[in-house]
């Protein structure tokens, strides 16, 4: 099953049939099974309906995770930013606090620097305009590095909170939430898998390589639903009969 950006998934019918997806742009998917691996946002916010409804322990689960509120700044200078050796720097109190170069060890001559805000930080940048918000974590960056002059020859604020595919950043485990991850992992009815950084273990939740382990897990997973089908063994050549007989 192949959806692509844009004809995004409304309706998802499942059950002894196999898995029916029907899209916003009137067009349907059939299939034996489905892997999950829309946001957690998504799923919150509802912008899937499954027919029948998804276990009442799996709409907890989605309920008791939450979003981390999250904003990446990237800024691309001319030449390198920070001194031979070093490529991340850490500014504790400032907003942003956490900066690193994402050009190093790519073998290219300029230089691009990435920011990172999480809670109470990214939501003061996001209520700001984007340029405003841009130029303070630039200003912090010169002021931790003694560079007054320092200007980037183009920058940008990246957020997903008001991203319609994802609806938030990357999950949080909240007060009485540790067993929620594992759960929404879990398949329903061998018709339905779940995967991505919300589904992975509470140490790799939230991190690109917990949505890489999660996916080889529930492709795992519907191989061992899968009855195993072996091949015909082919019919035996009669041998060739010698001409004239």
Do not use: C
């Not at 009137?26 to 099974?33: C, E, M, P, T, Y």
């Not at 606090?97 to 990214?122: M, N, Q, R, Y």
């Not at 898998?193 to 939230?206: D, I, K, L, P």
């Amino acid at each position: 099953m192949d959806i692509r950006l844009g004809a995004a998934v409304e309706t998802l019918e499942w059950g002894p049939f196999g898995v029916k997806a029907l899209t916003t742009d009137g067009r349907i998917f059939l299939a034996d099974q489905a892997v999950i691996t829309v946001p957690l946002g998504v799923l919150k916010a509802g912008k899937i309906r499954f027919v029948p409804e998804l276990p009442e322990e799996k709409q907890q689960a989605i309920h008791q995770l939450g979003l981390a509120d999250a904003v990446k700044l990237f800024f691309q200078f001319e030449q390198p930013i920070f001194p031979p050796g070093i490529v991340e720097l850490y500014l504790p109190g400032h907003s942003p606090d956490e900066w690193w170069s994402s050009a190093a060890g790519h073998g290219v001559g300029f230089e691009i620097l990435t920011a990172l805000a999480t809670g109470p930080k990214a939501r003061e940048l996001l209520a700001l305009p984007e340029e405003e918000a841009l130029q303070n974590a630039l200003q912090t960056l010169r002021q931790a590095l003694g560079r007054p002059d320092l200007t980037p020859r183009r920058a940008r604020l990246a957020h997903w909170q008001d991203d319609p595919y994802t609806l938030g950043a990357y999950s949080k485990a909240s007060v009485g939430a540790s067993q929620a991850r594992s759960i929404l992992a879990r398949p329903v009815g061998n018709r339905l898998f779940f995967a991505g950084e919300h589904t992975a273990s509470n140490a790799w939740a939230a991190t690109v390589h917990g949505a890489y382990a999660s996916g080889r897990r529930a492709a795992q997973e519907i191989l061992q639903a899968r009855p195993l089908v072996y091949p015909a063994r082919p019919k035996p050549l009669r041998p060739a009969l010698p001409v004239g007989a």
